[in-house]
């Protein structure tokens, strides 16, 4: 059973009749002694209060609900507080509409308040960690990716998420959040993870087959060494893999000179607007008046990937409108939109960014593997090359770059400024041939060719086909076998390719392991973005205090909480 599938819960019907069932119990109330209730076990509800010399009452069902709403409220990022102050009132008000108020009133014996929900969150938080570090402790291998950002109050923090094999398929995780308190050093942030994952954890490092990161000097500089200590940490029986996403990011920085003056002026045209806030609203009144379909313009910041195209194709959607509200601001950044050259350049900017955002977006998103990331980024080294060649031929033709196709039929341009466009245009496509040949080198890509029979190992049936593979006898008999059965070619179309070498690793180990170890790293460190992006609605100006470690745990873990394990292990906590 999948996780989706499975009830928040985690109760069966039968389990929740037998839970409201369950007897009213009396428990000492003891708010200063929290941890304790944290360990305590009470398997047994009957013999709870044996172990308590005074008591209170509370119910099961409370004690279970307070544990749901903390659960909702880490998972939708909101405020602990909102549960006491939104969540309770509103249940309240629906019961009492629906019902009546001897059953609205019956829901003021869950505890709800902000420290509660607090200890909830971290209950649950520890809860679901054990259930993860169980899991990896039983010696599956596993891959990671990691991180480092700052938060709010401008303190580190390292995000790390694993990658490993259950049931049926990969699962991915957040491993650790750490809260550093400083600044520190490359071989510090190593020992603050040797740590966490071999001090805390009790993780062993052979176990991990893959590392991935960004390229920033924080991690694989000369003198930060993270990379360099863990690899060596793994006896070098992992890979490091450099992200996709941010090398292409760093791609996409390659333009020639006259085009980049043209991105820095818009850039201007925007802050000169967008920074101004009585300058934003007269811009939008005046588009307003004229009817257009936007309004506003969009900022551009460097740690947003998919920016720079919107943010072109605003400009040059509003290039009129702008050019007026320039004009009666007397501004000097007018005079750009009165050159044709510039607002043809900004047209192909807006194209270009635009297809290297396309292609950003494909290589996100969960359990991707590594072959579709190569055919991505292949194919579009040879739509590069297509690309020049339609230039250079003796009918140059923009049917790639519709926002310049349509600049260029709408528009009266001289040749001798097309033919300055097209020279500009082929230097930036060669300049991204040669930049993408740089970050994406064919002998990294090499190992894949190799074992491209991963992919789909229904294409070589022959034998002949199969000796050029240069497999291992042993894993040239199961390849031969497996090519031929229809039965696992059906699982092949139904399944991911993970699941399918996963499924036919007792009948195929040799060449389901040497799958699993090639498909299990990360190839992208999107999951430790999406992280921060959780990290910026948790920890906010009013909550820079915050330990945001357990609701990170609750609202990323890919794990469901056992209920029925929580409640025995706090069956009455204080409130």
């Known amino acids: 059973m999948t996780t989706e599938s ?6 069966s019907p039968q389990a929740t009749q037998e839970m409201e069932g369950l007897m009213i119990v009396k428990v000492e109330e003891e708010e200063d002694d929290e941890e304790d209730h944290f360990q305590r076990k009470g398997s047994n509800p009957e013999l709870i209060p044996q172990c308590f010399g005074r008591s209170t009452t509370m119910n099961e069902r409370a004690l279970l609900s307070s544990y749901l709403v903390a659960y909702r409220v880490a998972k939708e990022k909101m405020a602990h507080t909102a549960a006491e102050k939104v969540i309770l009132p509103a249940c309240m008000d629906m019961v009492r509409t629906i019902f009546d108020d001897k059953s609205a009133d019956k829901l003021r014996t869950i505890p709800l308040s902000d420290n509660t929900i607090s200890r909830r969150i971290c209950t649950i938080a520890k809860h679901l960690e054990s259930m993860l570090i169980t899991r990896l402790q039983s010696g599956l291998d596993f891959a990671i990716q990691l991180d480092e950002n700052t938060d709010i109050a401008s303190y580190p923090v390292l995000l790390v998420y694993v990658r490993y094999v259950w049931q049926d398929d990969f699962i991915e995780d957040l491993l650790c959040c750490l809260n550093l308190n400083s600044h520190r050093s490359g071989l510090d942030l190593f020992a603050e993870l040797e740590k966490c994952i071999v001090g805390q954890y009790k993780l062993n490092w052979k176990n991990c087959k893959g590392i991935t990161s960004d390229g920033a000097a924080n991690m694989t500089g000369k003198h930060s060494r993270v990379i360099e200590k863990l690899l060596e940490a793994t006896r070098n029986c992992a890979l490091w893999n ?57 900022f551009h910041t460097e740690v947003r990937w998919l920016s720079q195209g919107k943010i072109l194709s605003r400009v040059y959607e509003l290039r009129n409108e702008i050019y007026i509200f320039l004009m009666e601001k007397q501004s000097h950044l007018a005079t750009v939109f009165e050159d044709d050259i510039w607002i043809t350049k900004l047209a192909y900017l807006c194209d270009v960014f635009g297809i290297l955002e396309e292609l950003s977006l494909k290589l996100q998103g969960r359990n991707s593997n590594i072959f579709q990331y190569l055919e991505h980024i292949l194919g579009f080294q040879k739509t590069l090359l297509l690309w020049q060649a339609r230039l250079q031929g003796p009918h140059p033709s923009y049917y790639m770059f519709p926002t310049l196709l349509q600049h260029v039929e709408e528009n009266v341009i001289h040749e001798a400024c097309l033919q300055e ?24 890509f090499a190992p894949l060719k190799e074992n491209i029979w991963m992919k789909d190992p229904f294409a ?97 873990s890919s794990c469901v909480p056992d209920w029925n394990e929580l409640m025995n292990k706090q069956a009455h906590p204080s409130h």
């Open 421 to 444: 466009i097209k020279s500009e245009v082929l230097r930036h496509l060669a300049s991204l041939s040669q930049t993408f040949g740089h970050y994406f080198p064919e002998e990294k």
């Open 242 to 298: 450099h992200c996709f996403i941010h090398r292409e990011a760093l791609v996409s920085k390659e333009i020639p000179p006259s085009l980049m003056e043209v991105l820095r002026n818009a850039v201007k045209i925007v802050n000169f607007i967008k920074g101004s806030p009585l300058n934003s609203r007269l811009l939008e009144i005046f588009c307003s008046e004229i009817g257009v379909n936007h309004t506003h313009l969009l």
């Open 6 to 11: 499975r009830d928040p819960t985690g109760l």
């Open 460 to 556: 070589f049936q022959a034998p002949e086909s199969i000796i050029e593979l240069n497999l291992v006898p042993g894993e040239e008999n199961e390849l031969l076998q497996l090519s031929s059965s229809f039965t696992l070619k059906n699982y092949y179309k139904t399944l991911s390719l993970s699941a399918f070498w996963i499924k036919i690793q007792d009948d195929y180990p040799l060449l389901s392991r040497k799958s699993v170890l090639l498909l299990l790293p990360f190839t992208t460190t999107s999951l430790c973005e999406l992280g921060f992006s959780i990290l910026t609605r948790l920890k906010t100006k009013k909550r820079n205090r915050l330990n945001s470690a357990p609701d990170m745990r609750v609202a990323l």
